[in-house]
């Protein structure tokens, strides 16, 4: 694809434990210091652990969902005629119990029909389009990502919105904590030798993605583009990633083609890494199968070791964060680092910031099942 047909980015907005907005995202991200502290949304009497990233005042899934497409579309410029020509794919875990008429106060988060908040979304913020619903665990949102490219690329759609949301509640929690996924010593640790597992973490986010034609025509400034995408499966194991790395390495392959470009032109990854033994050392060998020797010099880190793991929602944030990481030139801390570990050689980013040294970086996300995706985004 010519660079010129690449669909742009022209408006973000995120919430997550940091703060909301991406100015406070991006001031977390760079400032490295982990989100993580006991959890007060819900008893966690019982559980293994009690921790997680949590912002203290936030309101119901579709009220804040609601806010970050409206945050969203201001930031792309967007006024009552452009929203209403916007397609809405929504990624998300679960919505209201039940929703609102118009103008109606909203009731308490639970398990709705996912379908039923994208529609009440499109019309609580004027999105006349189609819309979409993603529940693909954690590859949702990138999915619905690469999805709108595609349909955006070909000339079916002009501009999407994509949305995502996952707070931090007690039923994946019990999961997670019953699994024995959560780190015990309370800090995400990717690729690190110590690390002992996830933390959760709140992630709202949306972002307005146009063709440069449509964005042309209304004179809209991109903040990034999406060069490439790719997605791959591992059929390997329910939960296990493919231990050599295969599909991911796939999925990277594949958005480097599309993009057109050789591994060399990637200047940073924001690793899927999650903190979990097997999972780092599998991304590690991915990297190393589809970047060769880069493998090891291009710069990595993994900010959920800041934020936390949003679940649907992490594909979005993380890109969303990567979107800000090339903007303002500055490559995020991968915190909780306490020492290298042999399984994975990577060029790690510790203890401050480095400074972006190429235009395009790589956002890579990973799900149960054996899910994989790769975002290649380039800077504007």
């Known amino acids: 694809m010519a660079e ?5 980015i022209t408006g973000v907005h995120a ?10 995202l991006l001031a977390g991200v760079l400032a490295g210091t982990p989100a993580f502290a006991p959890v007060r949304r819900f008893d966690t009497t019982g559980r293994r652990v009690a921790v997680a990233a949590t912002l203290p005042e936030v309101g119901t899934l579709a009220d804040e969902l609601a806010d970050a497409v409206d945050a969203a579309c201001r930031a792309a410029g967007l006024d009552r005629a452009g929203r209403a020509e ?27 029909e996912v379908p039923a908040l994208a529609g009440h979304l499109a019309r609580r913020c004027g999105l006349g389009g189609r819309t979409r619903v993603y529940t693909t665990a954690c590859v949702s949102a990138s999915t619905a990502v690469a999805d709108a490219a595609t349909l955006i690329g070909r000339g079916d759609l002009d501009r999407v919105v994509v949305a995502a949301g996952y707070l931090v ?12 996924a959560f ?12 690390r002992q597992g996830l933390l959760l973490g709140d992630g709202i986010a949306a972002v307005v993605l146009e063709s440069a034609a ?55 990854v924001n690793a899927n890494a999650t903190g979990t033994s097997y999972s780092d050392a599998s991304e590690a060998a991915a990297l190393r199968v589809a970047l060769g020797d880069l493998a090891g010099r291009i710069p990595v880190s993994s900010t959920k070791s800041v934020h936390g793991h949003a679940l649907e929602a992490s594909g979005l944030l ?33 203890h401050a910031p480095r400074p972006a040294t190429s235009p395009y970086a790589l956002t890579l996300n990973a799900a149960f099942g054996g899910a994989n995706t790769a975002l290649l985004i380039g800077a504007p």
């Open 214 to 268: 449509a964005a042309r025509r209304r004179g809209a400034s991109a903040v990034a583009t999406v060069a490439g995408w790719g997605r791959a499966g591992d059929a390997y194991h329910p939960c296990q990633p493919d231990p050599r790395g295969r599909g991911l390495a796939r999925a990277v392959g594949s958005a480097l083609r599309r993009a057109g470009l050789p591994a060399g032109a990637v200047g940073y």
């Open 169 to 180: 509640e007690p039923d994946q929690y019990a999961l997670f904590d019953a699994g024995r």
């Open 4 to 8: 010129r047909e690449h669909p742009r």
């Open 15 to 24: 919430l997550s434990a940091l703060g909301r907005g991406a100015d406070a």
């Open 318 to 350: 993380e890109l969303v964060v990567t979107v800000l990481a090339l903007t303002h030139g500055k490559l995020p801390v991968n915190a909780g680092w306490l020492a290298p570990d042999e399984s994975c050689p990577l060029d790690v980013i510790t």
């Open 183 to 194: 780190a015990a010593d309370g800090a995400v640790r990717p690729f690190s030798a110590g």
């Open 86 to 112: 916007s397609a809405l794919f929504l990624a998300t875990h679960g919505g209201p119990r039940s929703l609102p008429a118009p103008g109606a106060a909203s009731e308490s988060d639970g398990g709705a």
